[in-house]
């Protein structure tokens, strides 16, 4: 994977208003089988993770959409059909960006927009780390074009993870060569790393199995060196 690795304070905001448009994106198509149920609707903390999920993204981003079913999410926020639902993730992005591109043939102002995808099951993220993420350097300098990931202890979380509608064609070639692992898609994409303090790291830990409900936050285990 060709990155760009950025210093801890880098990266950094103290605004919640987006430079250029972003359109938030929860993935939330997945079958739930380790959960034993949808997982949009375990509760967390008083809070649906599903609803969690979108409310956080809400706060940072310009307009929601969930791609994906969606079950247990508020009817409120847009679901995008999950047109490769055998891809996963992969496919959920897809779909996401294909929507991104046609808000910008409607909308001037959502040209050169970016993508700030999150999925449902990652219940410890917050808006802080979320806006790090979002408003990361790029490589070329073109925030809006470029892939941006975020790191803990030596490792790289796939998600969540910003992306451009420049990075359209990247995703599409995944899928037309049958590429299934959204780290596969990753290594095909030019990224900045945004670094996070060890004591940040557990908020990058997701929630995919019922046995861990009522636990603390664990240590990330979706993470991969």
Same mark, same amino acid.
């Given at each position: 994977?060709?990155?760009? =690795?950025?210093?801890?304070? &880098?990266?950094?905001?103290?605004?919640?208003? %987006?430079?250029?448009?972003?359109?938030?994106?929860?993935?939330?198509?997945?079958?739930?089988?380790?959960?034993?149920?949808?997982?949009?609707?375990?509760?967390?903390?008083?809070?649906?993770?599903?609803?969690?999920?979108?409310? @956080? $993204?809400? #706060?940072?981003? &310009?307009?929601?959409?969930?791609?994906?079913?969606?079950?247990?999410?508020?009817?409120?926020?847009?679901?995008? %059909?999950?047109?490769?639902?055998?891809?996963? *993730?992969?496919?959920?992005?897809? =779909?996401? @960006?294909?929507?991104?591109?046609?808000?910008?043939?409607?909308?001037?102002?959502?040209?050169?927009?970016?993508?700030?995808?999150?999925?449902?099951?990652? %219940?410890?993220?917050?808006?802080? !780390?979320?806006?790090?993420?979002?408003?990361?350097?790029?490589?070329?300098?073109?925030?809006? #074009?470029? +892939?941006? !990931?975020?790191?803990? &202890?030596?490792?790289?979380?796939?998600?969540?993870?910003?992306?451009?509608?420049?990075?359209?064609?990247?995703?599409? +070639?995944?899928?037309?060569? #049958?590429?299934?692992?959204? @780290? #596969?898609?990753?290594?095909?994409?030019?990224?900045?790393?945004? *670094?996070?303090?060890?004591?940040?790291?557990?908020?990058?830990?997701?929630?995919?199995?019922?046995?861990?409900?009522? @636990? =603390?936050?664990? =240590? *990330?285990?979706?993470? $991969?060196?």
């Amino acid at each position: 994977m060709k990155v760009v =690795a950025l210093t801890a304070g &880098d990266g950094d905001t103290s605004s919640t208003s %987006p430079p250029r448009r972003v359109l938030g994106v929860v993935l939330a198509g997945g079958q739930s089988r380790r959960m034993g149920r949808d997982k949009a609707g375990v509760v967390v903390d008083g809070e649906t993770m599903g609803d969690r999920a979108c409310a @956080l $993204v809400a #706060g940072v981003t &310009d307009a929601v959409v969930v791609s994906g079913h969606g079950r247990g999410i508020d009817a409120r926020w847009l679901r995008l %059909p999950d047109r490769h639902h055998e891809y996963g *993730p992969v496919g959920g992005i897809a =779909a996401a @960006l294909a929507h991104l591109d046609g808000l910008g043939d409607a909308d001037p102002a959502w040209r050169g927009a970016s993508l700030l995808v999150v999925p449902v099951d990652m %219940p410890w993220l917050d808006a802080a !780390l979320l806006c790090r993420l979002r408003d990361a350097p790029a490589t070329n300098g073109d925030v809006a #074009g470029a +892939a941006a !990931l975020l790191a803990a &202890d030596g490792r790289v979380a796939p998600l969540p993870l910003r992306l451009g509608a420049g990075q359209t064609g990247v995703v599409d +070639a995944a899928l037309a060569a #049958g590429q299934r692992s959204l @780290l #596969g898609v990753i290594v095909r994409l030019g990224a900045t790393l945004v *670094p996070l303090d060890s004591a940040d790291a557990h908020k990058l830990g997701n929630l995919n199995d019922g046995a861990a409900l009522g @636990l =603390a936050a664990p =240590a *990330p285990s979706s993470l $991969v060196a």
